[in-house]
């Protein structure tokens, strides 16, 4: 059974930082790893994801502030945050696209969501 698990949320006063982290269990390979977001009344979006090979991708609001690193070897995936801003409020999902051992094929996996809350 795949399993996505973050961690790492919490409150945080404006110009703080935090780290998250999320684990995969139960899959075989993975392809992509990376963090959304989605704040009360909008979409889910992206905020960074790095491939198994490829250049990592954030959006452009958190450049130069957030930084994503990987583990593959331990199927875990870290979003450090620094310079949080109130507008950085949110629940951010970890999302795993990978392969599990009973499958030819990759699908996305989410955690369940971690809530992030930056105070002005």
């Given at each position: ?26 899959i075989v390979s ?46 875990q995936v870290f979003?450090q945050m620094n ?38």
């Open positions: 059974q795949v399993q996505v698990v973050e961690s790492g949320g919490g409150l945080v006063q404006a110009g703080g930082s935090l780290r998250l982290s999320c684990a995969a269990s139960g993975i392809s992509v790893m990376g963090w959304y977001r989605q704040a009360p009344g909008k979409q889910r979006e992206l905020v960074a994801a790095i491939p198994r090979a490829g250049t990592i991708n954030y959006a452009d609001s958190v450049k130069g502030r957030f930084t994503i690193s990987s583990d593959n070897g331990e199927k979003l310079s949080l801003k109130p507008e950085d409020t949110a629940v951010y999902y970890c999302k795993i696209r990978a392969r599990a051992p009973t499958t030819d094929w990759y699908s996305d996996y989410w955690g369940q969501g971690t809530q992030v809350t930056v105070s002005s």
